[in-house]
């Protein structure tokens, strides 16, 4: 067997001293350790420290240990939660450029649509700059006027009413 | 998440339209000119085309005028020559009709205009007896206007043609 420092030496060594070996690795090992003294001294150092583990007692834990611990995370989780402005979840580390581009797609409609409708301001001035009654109002009005004046009747009905508020 | 990039879309979106049809709505509320035969809504004295005319100045009118063929421009400033020599009753009394015709539906306008025309057509004596009978609602309510219409005595003095010639026009009497 080959020296384990020259290659996965310290994985091999813990699981040796910690008895997970299979036990053709474990006799191959053993038999190396017969020759190789810094493995030797290796391994001792591994094994005295998994003595010592195992002569620690566990400290008593309470029957509804399991119960508190998961209690108090969740609490920490809904906590952090809140905290955490509504911006900063909303534009929180999944944020990606993908959903953006209906955004971008949505004010390039809007700016294009604006621009467009817009996009005569040549044409509005020059109405402004028209007079705000059209010269054909004023000849249908005389054409009104001639008809009602051929009906005849605004002599007689129209004394009653000399200028009226409609 | 994938959806948030459609909301917020959705949401410029929607924030565009209403503020350009905000704009838009607000820019009709400006708008001052008026589709030919659109009833008026206006409370206050009203001034005919003629009159609206006549208060601008010289430069606008000429300006409005120079948008006419020169022989309908000639035509036109004939016509307001004439109605501005009528006496100022008459003028007055015109433009009071007109404004009351304006005022009706473009339908009920059109239905004026056609029995006004239908007038002239009838014989003398008929036309007079149409505007005697026209000068006699003058002094009735709206009420008893329509009840005189529906009544026999009416009826028994005017032919069907006649009594819609005397009802279509009865829209443009004055209020009593």
Redesign the interface.
């Known amino acids: 067997m080959e020296c384990p420092k020259n290659g996965d030496g310290a994985e091999l060594i813990v699981a040796y001293a910690a008895g997970t070996l299979d036990s053709g690795d474990q006799a191959a090992f053993e038999r190396h350790l017969e020759s190789c003294a810094s493995c030797r001294q290796m391994a001792a150092a591994q094994q005295a420290v998994w003595s010592a583990l195992d002569e620690l007692s566990p400290l008593p834990v309470s029957s509804n240990f399991d119960a508190k611990l998961y209690q108090r995370i969740a609490e920490e989780q809904q906590s952090a939660f809140w905290q955490r402005g509504r911006w900063q979840r909303w534009f929180q580390a999944e944020w990606s450029w993908r959903p953006a581009m209906p955004v971008a797609a949505a004010c390039v409609v809007l700016i294009v649509a604006f621009l467009v409708k817009n996009s005569g301001p040549v044409i509005t001035q020059q109405e402004q700059a028209q007079p705000k009654l059209q010269i054909e109002q004023v000849e249908r009005a005389l054409d009104d006027m001639d008809m009602l004046k051929q009906a005849g009747i605004e002599f007689t009905l129209e004394k009653i009413t000399p200028r009226e508020q409609i | ?2 959806w ?3 909301i ?3 949401s ?2 929607v924030c ?1 339209v209403i503020s ?1 049809s905000t704009a838009r709505a607000q820019s009709r509320r400006g708008a ?2 008026r589709p ?1 035969g659109s009833p ?1 809504q ?5 001034q ?3 009159e ?2 006549e208060t ?1 100045s010289p430069a ?1 009118q000429q ?3 120079n ?2 063929p020169p022989a309908q421009r000639q035509k ?1 400033q004939e ?2 020559q004439r ?1 501005n020599q009528l006496p100022p ?2 003028q ?12 009706l539906p473009a339908e009920r306008q059109d239905a004026v ?1 056609k029995s ?2 239908k ?2 057509q009838q014989p003398p004596e008929r ?1 007079q007896a149409i ?1 005697q009978e ?2 006699g609602m ?1 002094n009735l309510s709206p009420d008893e206007r329509r009840a005189h219409l529906s009544g026999p005595e009416f009826r028994g003095k005017f032919n069907k043609k006649e009594q819609e010639i005397v009802r279509d ?1 009865s829209e ?5």
């Open positions: 998440m994938r948030r990039g459609s917020l879309a959705l410029v979106l565009g350009e001052t000119s030919p008026r206006s409370k206050g004295p009203v005919t085309p003629i609206e005319f601008m606008e300006k409005a005028l948008r006419l036109l016509r307001l109605f009753e008459q007055q009394a015109l433009k009071n009709l007109y404004n009351r015709l304006h005022q205009r006004i025309n007038l002239s036309q505007r026209l000068r003058a026009m443009v009497l004055p209020p009593r």
